[in-house]
């Protein structure tokens, strides 16, 4: 169950990076460098749970490492998302955008469920 969690986890903050791009989410959050630093942040962000993905395919002694670290990157984001909104942002309130944060934290808190069930947190 923990593969399939990671998956959505993952193709959740991919997706969210996708929109981000669109929202120049580089802006809010006074990336230096602008766009090029939001690509360098994707670039080791994606990496990092790509790398973990491969991790938990292969129940390797590193997989409750990373996918912790997809979990957290999947609340965060839901988190952070929530405050920008509360501060009056008006980026992410699309449908879908909002939709794709909010999956971020149920496939996020479900992997960590995951990672608990299995004794590997």
């Known amino acids: 169950m923990m593969t ?21 989410e580089w802006d809010m959050f006074y990336l230096p460098g602008g766009v090029q630093g939001f690509l ?12 973990g993905y491969r991790h938990v395919l292969l129940s390797t002694p590193r997989a409750p490492f990373y996918a912790t670290c997809c979990a957290t990157l999947g609340i965060a984001t839901f988190a952070i998302h929530t405050g920008f909104a509360l501060a009056g942002r008006e980026q992410f309130h699309l449908p879908l955008s909002m939709a794709i944060i ?4 149920v496939s996020g808190g479900r992997l960590l469920w995951d990672l608990r069930r299995t004794n590997r947190l």
């Open 4 to 24: 399939r969690s990671y998956f959505c986890t993952m193709l959740c903050l991919i997706l969210h990076q996708i929109d981000a791009a669109y929202w120049q």
């Open 40 to 51: 360098a942040f994707n670039l080791a962000a994606i990496a990092l749970v790509l790398v």
């Open 102 to 105: 909010v999956l971020c934290l």
